[in-house]
């Protein structure tokens, strides 16, 4: 089954500093590749996705995301961080023959300072 | 246009005792999922649906039963509930029409806690 990692539990930055959210993924066929953000005691929300196309996808909230094929990553990044960027993000691959079949990493909290 | 919704927010169970968690969602989505996410581990499928009137097994079904009797609902059945299942409980939908399908919505969660 396919599958991703988050090597890094949590990852502080200064505001204002670039931030980079790590993910690598495992899966047979092309992957189709996702981060969510979860703020406390909420539900996951989309941040973006890739499918095809340009390894460099942009997304909500000043977020890009580049894919490697090469390196199979997947890593989630900010050229500026907010404060209200502090949350935990998840990356997510999903089964390229079956579209309901989505496998989350263990998430990764991400802590921004003043 | 509330998105998705899950009743109760928040519930405490002793082992054997049975609950029905519920989602509903006013997008007019075909798909539904149950997920549950402990620490650590992110987020597993339960189970999930395609339609009314369909559900299939997801990556950690045992234990649990769902139903999708009306379109924006799906429910979530413990019927002897196990301390194992100390979770919380998130339900997502998403639509089926290419270049939307791939996003899922996600509830606010269901905190359980089984004792």
């Known amino acids: 089954a396919q599958s991703v990692a988050q090597p890094e539990d949590q990852v502080n930055v200064a505001e204002g500093n670039p931030l980079t959210v790590k993910c690598t993924y495992s899966v047979s066929g092309n992957p189709y590749l996702f981060w969510y953000v979860q703020y406390p005691n909420r539900g996951l929300q989309f941040l973006l996705k890739y499918i095809t196309g340009d390894n460099l996808v942009k997304g909500s909230y000043g977020f890009e995301a580049e894919f490697n094929k090469s390196q199979t990553s997947f890593h989630l990044k900010k050229p500026s961080a907010l404060v209200s960027d502090s949350a935990l993000y998840f990356c997510?691959?999903?089964?390229?023959?079956?579209?309901?079949?989505?496998?989350f990493g263990a998430g990764t909290r991400l802590t921004v300072k003043p | 246009n509330a998105g998705v919704t899950q009743t109760p927010k928040f519930r405490v169970l002793k082992t054997g005792q049975s609950m029905t968690l519920l989602c509903a969602q006013d997008m007019n989505h075909e798909y539904m999922y149950w997920y549950r996410q402990d620490p650590g581990m992110g987020l597993r499928l339960i189970h999930y649906?395609?339609?009314?009137?369909?559900?299939a097994k997801g990556e950690v079904p045992d234990g649990y039963n769902v139903s999708r009797l009306k379109k924006q609902n799906f429910l979530l059945g413990l019927e002897s509930a196990a301390p194992s299942q100390t979770s919380v409980y998130f339900c997502?939908?998403?639509?089926?029409?290419?270049?939307?399908?791939?996003?899922?919505?996600f509830g606010p969660g269901t905190r359980l806690l089984v004792l």
């Open positions: 997502a939908s998403r639509d089926q029409w290419v270049g939307n399908q791939e996003t899922q919505y």
């Open positions: 997510a691959v999903r089964a390229p023959y079956n579209n309901n079949d989505m496998r």
């Open positions: 649906s395609v339609g009314e009137g369909t559900t």
